[in-house]
């Protein structure tokens, strides 16, 4: 079955400080992997997209790598900020007769705290 | 551009109601998609369309339908409302499934929510 699975479920961090979000995929075969970032009663946002041949990506304090041979994809935040609290969602995209269907993550809630 | 638009932005049904939740975009996007994501769950894909005219179910199309007579309008009906239907719900665009990376990035409205008891 594919499935993408992230963790921590939810993280608290202090501003300023770094944090690096983690994601396990099984989804085969696979496309592209996308992280995005849920703001609280908002549609979600892309961040990065990374193809198989990708192996990092950056997005300004974002920066995400992929292993494509573990299935294994992370995303770090540096220098975190009040305005980074949300659920960052990692999706996992395979190529199919239809087109590309997504794999969504249930996201790992980041709060950011003074 | 205002991107992916939706409306509602709330909604209460009673059980047996029906309402179609809408959904616009204004890029010019050949494929749109309906979501839904209830707590602690990752978004489920429902229905998407691939143009005008093109309509296609997804993961969980039970108890949905869905139309597209336009490039920019991509409307979701509930005929008859459950409570299973409580959920938000997400409308995306994209250009395509061309290769190129712009072609995959896929724009969220910013959700309705709908209760139905």
């Known amino acids: 079955k594919n499935q993408v699975e992230q963790s921590p479920q939810s993280l608290i961090i202090l501003e300023g400080k770094n944090c690096t979000l983690q994601?396990?995929?099984?989804?085969?075969?696979?496309?592209?992997l996308r992280w995005y970032k849920q703001d609280t009663g908002r549609g979600p946002v892309s961040l990065t997209i990374?193809?198989?041949?990708?192996n990092t990506k950056s997005n300004g304090r974002y920066t995400a790598t992929l292993d494509a041979d573990t299935k294994q994809s992370s995303l770090h935040i540096t220098a975190s900020q009040l305005s980074d609290s949300a659920s960052y969602i990692c999706v996992v995209t395979i190529l199919t007769g239809g087109g590309n269907k997504l794999t969504f993550g249930t996201g790992t809630q980041l709060k950011v705290e003074l | 551009n205002a991107g992916v638009t939706q409306t509602p932005k709330f909604r209460i049904l009673k059980i047996g109601q029906s309402m179609t939740l809408q959904c616009a975009q204004d890029m010019n996007h050949n494929y749109m998609y309906w979501y839904r994501q209830d707590p602690g769950m990752g978004l489920k894909l429902i229905y998407y369309?691939?143009?005008?005219?093109?309509?296609d179910k997804g993961e969980v199309p039970n108890g949905y339908n869905v139309s597209r007579s336009t490039t920019e309008d991509f409307p979701l009906r509930l005929e008859l409302a459950a409570p299973s239907q409580t959920s938000v719900y997400f409308c995306a665009s994209s250009l395509g499934t061309i290769q190129g990376k712009a072609a995959y990035e896929q724009y969220f409205g910013p959700g309705t929510r709908l209760t139905v008891t």
């Open positions: 994601c396990n995929y099984t989804v085969s075969p696979f496309s592209n």
């Open positions: 369309s691939v143009g005008a005219g093109i309509t």
């Open positions: 990374m193809t198989f041949s990708e």
